[in-house]
């Protein structure tokens, strides 16, 4: 396998064409940009035979890409941050129409105030809109992500949509050594796309988009519901292990790290993991109890695996690069929801930290540490929802 | 129990025949032919496509006239108001 040099934005591009995909309407924005553009550059030099549809706004990107799903081809795009906004209706019809679109998105902050640079608000937003969500730390998972995400979505037990978040600029810009499959390794792993729901067939005339009344919209949705909840964790586990076997690359929906014996853990989402787990070696070697949970798939959300890793924590500190205002962190919620009916429980702290692309660093993670050392002696946060690295006076108005 | 497809698909395309909208109704309205030209402007305003034009033999002669179907009429009321022979009257529906 061939070893590469390349951007997280190349990784994804480069994984979307190995998995031969016959449609790519896509609208370029920062950070995904570069997306489109090497998509082009593969269509131009004749190394990818795809009908690459330049459309004038994400909403079209979207709605292009159902169009040509639902005819039974392979589609993939790419976006972040306010074009994810822009498709968010349409995301959904995606998914209730059960079209695997795989998708990239460099996880981009939200306007106002306009902000280019990395957390996770956009796909958080878009969390409830039924597409499988995965999160790459790095580059390499960028490129794997995207492979499998395919061969996930595309199980005729799952259909759903799914799309993979690899941070603004940590990843989408930033140069990683990617050890890429081959295009005869892809074709092996991944199957050509032939679904028997939904394809164009002038002999089989179908009706699609068509209405739900009352009497039947919530049987659709509980059948969304069996698919993402029951049918994909399965698939997912099956294409991780396979894509192990395969190419010698590790993949959970959850990854403990030092949990054993943990005292404090931490979540995390993303590229904030390395740092999160540097961190926890050098703590480690100072003799403190601290560890590691990484989430790669929040959708379906992993509760078993999580609850597993967790269960044995006195403080769980979840990591938040994004907001719920008025609340607090939406993976805090997530994660203090798994242990809702429990007696014994660990006590859930949330950290919301890094918005829009401030860096996360080594001693943001040892100030949440001490936090939560507080907190273990004293038996009760200090505060449930902390803001790490707030700088704040109100300036009013002038 | 309702069956499902997965995404929503209906195999059998132009089946919203089958769904009878004629029940939604409120207001009835009623054709009387001995007034009806057959201009065929009820025909076109319907936006429903609830009303027909049919063939009667009148006096030896073929004459369009309209004819109304209550299974998916749902009584807007679009056709009394176009009709210039005033052919068309609404009244409550009762059922």
Request: glycine fraction near 8%.
């Amino acid at each position: 396998m061939p070893k590469v040099v390349m951007r997280g934005n190349e990784a994804t591009a480069l994984g979307a064409k190995l998995c031969r995909p016959q449609v790519i309407p896509a609208y370029p924005i920062t950070p995904s940009t570069m997306f489109p553009e090497r998509i082009s550059e593969y269509v131009a030099d004749g190394e990818l035979d795809t009908q690459f549809v330049l459309v004038e706004s994400e909403h079209s990107a979207m709605s292009a890409a159902i169009g040509a799903a639902a005819t039974g081809v392979r589609v993939t795009t790419a976006t972040a941050s306010q074009g994810l906004e822009l498709m968010h209706e349409m995301l959904f019809i995606a998914s209730g129409m059960r079209l695997p679109i795989i998708m990239a998105v460099g996880n981009r902050a939200l306007s106002a105030p306009i902000n280019i640079w990395c957390d996770h608000q956009d796909t958080i937003s878009a969390r409830d809109c039924g597409w499988i969500q995965l999160y790459a730390e790095k580059n390499q998972e960028a490129l794997d992500l995207m492979i499998m995400a395919f061969k996930i979505g595309e199980d005729k037990r799952v259909l759903l949509p799914a799309m993979v978040g690899l941070d603004a600029f940590v990843l989408t810009h930033t140069m990683e050594i990617v050890d890429s499959p081959t295009q005869e390794e892809v074709d092996k792993f991944l199957p050509p796309y032939k679904p028997d729901h939904v394809y164009l067939d002038p002999k089989r005339p179908i009706t699609i988009g068509s209405f739900g009344t009352p009497e039947y919209y919530t049987e659709f949705r509980y059948a969304q519901e069996l698919a993402m909840s029951k049918e994909a964790p399965k698939v997912i586990d099956e294409v991780f292990k396979e894509w192990e076997r395969t190419f010698g690359r590790k993949y959970q929906m959850v990854t403990g790290f030092e949990c054993k014996d943990a005292d404090i853990i931490f979540v995390t989402m993303g590229s904030m993991t390395g740092t999160a787990r540097e961190t926890v070696k050098k703590l480690r070697a100072a003799g403190k109890k601290v560890g590691l949970c990484k989430i790669t798939v929040l959708r379906p959300f992993p509760e078993k695996d999580l609850k597993e890793v967790l269960g044995g924590a006195k403080v769980v500190a979840v990591v938040d690069r994004s907001l719920s205002v008025g609340f607090g962190g939406p993976v805090y919620a997530e994660i203090a929801s798994i242990f809702v009916n429990d007696a014994k429980k660990p006590i859930i702290q949330d950290f919301i930290i890094g918005l829009g692309g401030r860096d996360i660093l080594v001693k943001d993670f040892e100030t949440i540490v001490s936090k939560c050392e507080t907190t273990i002696k004293t038996g009760k946060p200090e505060k449930v929802v902390d803001w790490i690295n707030v700088n704040f006076e109100p300036a009013g108005v002038k | 129990m309702v069956k499902v497809t997965t995404g929503a698909i209906n195999y059998e395309p132009a089946s919203s025949l089958k769904y009878k909208t004629g029940s939604w109704r409120s207001m009835r309205p009623t054709l009387d032919e001995s007034k009806c030209k057959g201009c065929q402007l009820c025909f076109i305003y319907c936006p429903d496509s609830a009303i027909v034009m049919c063939e009667r033999i009148i006096d030896g002669k073929p004459k369009k006239k309209a004819q109304i179907n209550y299974d998916y009429c749902k009584g807007c009321g679009i056709c009394a108001k176009e009709c210039t022979a005033d052919a068309i009257t609404m009244s409550e529906e009762v059922k």
